[in-house]
């Protein structure tokens, strides 16, 4: 017994081959691509002074202006974490999840740099 495809499933073969093969082009070119964390990372440093800066990166230690921050925002997709240290190291960390604004207490060390949670 013989089977022959029709036009149409000829049709539906291509356009199944030729999704997949978009779908794969797609996820190999965004890959090379630095995610960011959407939306900005709002802090206010001891002398008042207002930072923002819009959709860091997820990867790395971010530091902050060299008087640190008293007040941050997170208002990007990813949950951040607030070191007390230049260099996103050491004790004293404070976990921000997204959506959230945390302020030291008085008499507190300054936040001096944050990293992603991803």
């Known amino acids: 017994m013989s089977v022959t495809a029709t036009p149409t499933d000829l049709r539906r073969r291509v356009g199944i081959a030729a999704g997949a093969a978009l779908l794969a082009l797609a996820a190999t070119g965004c890959s090379g691509l630095g995610r960011t964390a959407v939306g900005p990372v709002t802090y206010t440093t ?30 990007t997709l990813i949950d951040m974490i607030l070191y007390r ?34």
């Open 46 to 75: 001891e002398r008042d002074r207002v930072v923002s800066v819009n959709s860091p990166s997820v990867k790395g230690c971010h530091r902050m202006a060299p008087a640190g921050a008293q007040e941050v925002a997170n208002r």
């Open 85 to 118: 240290t230049r260099d996103c190291s050491g004790r004293g960390t404070t976990y921000v999840p997204t959506t959230v604004t945390d302020v030291n207490p008085p008499r507190s060390l300054p936040w001096r740099s944050y990293s992603f949670v991803h």
